[in-house]
């Protein structure tokens, strides 16, 4: 294994819990918008994370080591 891929996949792995944790966050706020238009803008930002996220996990599994990942 190529330990400093492995860091790195490690560092991005924080990267995307960050992610995840803001994307709690926003739901956190959500039930206390009242305005409809600042709800579609927490939605919005929520849709965003959730592209970041999943950009950061092909990133992660991808630099974590040697070993491609299997297609089924
Ligand atoms: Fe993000």
């Known amino acids: 294994m190529n330990n400093e891929n ?3 996949a490690s560092e991005i ?3 995307l819990a960050d992610e995840a944790e ?3 966050g ?3 706020i959500m039930p206390k918008i ?5 709800q579609d803008i927490l939605k ?3 849709s965003d994370e ?3 996220a999943m950009l950061l996990e092909k990133m ?3 630099y974590d080591s040697n070993i491609a990942m299997a297609a089924d």
Do not use: G, S, T
Request: hydrophobic share 55%.
């Open 6 to 8: 492995f860091a790195l």
């Open 50 to 52: 959730k592209n970041h």
């Open 60 to 62: 992660m599994l991808k």
């Open 13 to 15: 792995a924080k990267l």
């Open 34 to 38: 009242m305005d409809k238009a600042d």
């Open 44 to 46: 919005e930002i929520i």
């Open 22 to 24: 803001a994307i709690e």
């Open 26 to 28: 926003y739901y956190a």
